[in-house]
Every structure is written in C-alpha cells, then in structure tokens.
C-alpha cells in the first residue's frame, strides 16, 4: 500500500492509524482524506488510475461486465470503480470515508458508478448475496488483524451465488501478527473465505522490494 511514499506521509499514516486503534481503527481514514485537502499525492494508496493488479485481473480474466453487477469495497478516489464501469458493469461503489466519497463525485460527475458512504462493518443486508462481482482491493490489510475475522464475515454474504470476489492483498508467509498498516493477510486468515463457501479459483502473486523487505502481494480470485 505505501511501498513508493514518501517518508513524512508513510509515517502520518503510521501515526493517525495507531492512534486510532484504541478507540475506532477505522476513524483515521476520513481524517487522511480531509487533510489532503484534495491533493492525492498525500493519500498513500491513490494512483488516480486503475489499480495495476486489478487491471492485471482484467485482462486475464475478460470478464463480462454487460447485466452483471459489481461492487467496490473501500473504494477510496474510484478508479477501481470506473474501470468496472467502463467494461459494462452496473457498480456501486462505498467508502467509510465522506471526504473520499465526495472526491469521487468530484472528479467523476458524469459516472454511472454508484458511490456512496457506508462502513462495511455496518451494512443493513440488503446488499446480501446481490453482487455479481466483489473487488477487495486493500482493505482487508487496512484494518488490524484483530479485525480480521470480522472484516472477512462482513464481505463473503455481499457476492451472489455463482459469483465471484476479487481480493487484492498483500499476503504474508507467517502467522505472526506483523506490524502495520498494512497488516499483510496470511493463509490462514484467506483460508476464512473456502469456510465460508469460496473456492479460490486462481491467484497471481507479485513480489517487489521495498525498503529493503520483499513484499508479496496477490490477487486472488474466489467463486462462491
Ligand atoms: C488502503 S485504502 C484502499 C483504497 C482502494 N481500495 C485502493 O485499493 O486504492 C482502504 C480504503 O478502505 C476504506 N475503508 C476502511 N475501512 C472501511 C470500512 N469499514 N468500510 C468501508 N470502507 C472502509 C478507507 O477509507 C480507504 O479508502
């Protein structure tokens, strides 16, 4: 998530998540947003375009977009969120964050994509089983492991059946709690998903160098 970031903001990051973890470690991201004052360069995860991973996905997989519908978990400044839209998907897209969510109105005025405010860990269950496609892409690793469990129970009800999850992720090779954010996911903590009825169908894994540590990432493809 912050591997190219400059120093200052990887620490504010570091910083406003710590502080946030004993009361509500979701409470930093809205902050994040509203300092940048609309500047992107100072929220660590946005590119302004379609993450590579997912884009990598698309082409791999061509999925159908026509009459299907997708939605887009912590959907940040929407770029994910248009790619979808743009291949044909009927997408809502939400983020815990008012401010992110007011940036995507900002700079997509015209989208057909559906973005609104909500906290994943709060949905009222008329989204149940209602998306063709789920794209996951780093939250998951957002939140601290304690969460885990949790986030993970809140995600799997949202794909239909016959669906399909998009988790995009960093992974880790131990089960550790490592120090974060990101708190990269093990195979234990993924392994949630085939519990709960996923069948992975396939995964690419990305490795690159950061700060001297190889990261590993990967997205993953699961049907339910
Ligand atoms: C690391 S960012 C990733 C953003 C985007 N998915 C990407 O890959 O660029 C995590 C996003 O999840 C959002 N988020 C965190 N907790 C959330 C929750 N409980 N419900 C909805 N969104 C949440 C944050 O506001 C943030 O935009």
Known sequence: MFEQQPEAIQQKVKTLATQSQKSDPTAWFDILYSEA??????IPWARLTTHPYLQDWLNFSQPQGKRHT??????????????LAKLGFQVTAFDISPTAIAWCHERFPDSSVNYLVADLLALDGKWHRQFDLVVESRTIQALPVKMRQEVINCIAPLVASGGTLLVITRVRDTDAVPDGP??????????QFIELGFEEVRRNLFLSEASGNTVKQAWIEYRF
């Open 37 to 42: 004052e609309g500047d992107a360069t100072q």
């Open 70 to 83: 997708a939605l887009v978990i912590g959907c940040g400044l929407g770029d994910d969120a248009e790619a």
């Open 182 to 191: 990101p708190w990269a996911l093990s195979e234990q903590e993924l392994g």
